[in-house]
């Protein structure tokens, strides 16, 4: 699977290139619009300051659509490298739509559908859908910023906030374009996720278990779901990122170092439920919260871009 994936992509690469230097010849129009195509990677997935006990490092093909008037659409392919689970894990399509509201006081909305392969143990491995937007309030030496999101899977809805302070510095022209964004945002999460996120985990281990073990007559039925202790809207993280962005008219290159500091365990407990074939039921509850959030350790982790206008 990844070696198909890394002939696709050095097709897209040379056939994106060739396209570049056609249109800096032939092309001097200037558009209200723009698409671009790219190559991203993704050190490791971390979401709300938490990451997998295995690093999940992540390949992400992308296209995207941006108007002068601030839409923008656009489409990435996760394929996960872990050296375990590798392949197509998810799909995002995300839509935006930036606007002004008065002076320096800016907002916008936003959506993403993630389509999973299935059996994703991603932490979006159990959402559908998120709708949100955010307000930017530019004060002259930094930008204050309000996000919200609405999270939408296989429970209950989510609600995730996020407040935070950016600095953007940009130099250059239209032909040689440099920014750094340094960023603080503290993460605000209600935990519907993590249940689901931990009943795909735990799905899944069921049914490795039963690949390696014959099946036999009369087997009991198994299920088993899990709860968090502590929900509500909880602080997650601290998150603190340096992205850097070079980009001339055609081609553009971003790498975004980011820094998280999780706070507040997520503790849940596990029920088991077994089925006997006299349809005789016993259920077990018991602790399972997972190790890394019984010792919850800084994340660092980072995502290089590499795309092509056109």
Known sequence: MMKRFFIFLAFLLSSLLGYSQISLIDSTETRPFAFTAGI????????????????????????????????????????????????????????????????????????????????????????????????????????????????????????????????????????????????????????????????IKNTNARIRGKARTPIAANQPTITSSTVVRNPGLRFMTYEIAVPFTFETRKMGISFMPTFAIPKNPVYTNETTTITLPNKSVTSTTIDDTYYSELHLANVFYAQFNLYFKF
């Open 40 to 199: 991203n990677y993704l050190s490791n997935y971390v979401y709300n300051g938490r990451s997998d006990s295995l690093k999940a490092p992540y390949f992400i093909p992308s296209l995207t659509f941006q108007h002068d008037n601030g839409l923008s659409l656009s489409a990435e392919l996760y394929f996960l490298n872990n050296g375990v689970a590798n392949g197509f894990d998810f799909f995002e399509l995300n839509g935006s739509y930036d606007f002004d509201i008065y002076k320096k006081l800016s907002g916008g909305i936003n959506g993403t559908k993630y389509i999973s392969n299935g059996s994703s143990e991603s932490f979006i491995g159990s959402l559908s859908y998120v709708l949100g937007g955010y307000l930017n309030q530019d004060l002259g030496f930094c930008n204050l910023d309000f996000g919200a999101d609405a999270l939408f899977g296989t429970g209950k809805t989510d609600i995730r906030l996020s407040p935070g302070i950016e600095r953007i510095w940009e130099w250059g022209t239209e032909d040689k374009r440099f920014q750094i964004s340094p960023s603080f945002y503290a993460i605000f999460s209600t935990l519907n996720y993590f249940e689901g996120f931990t009943n």
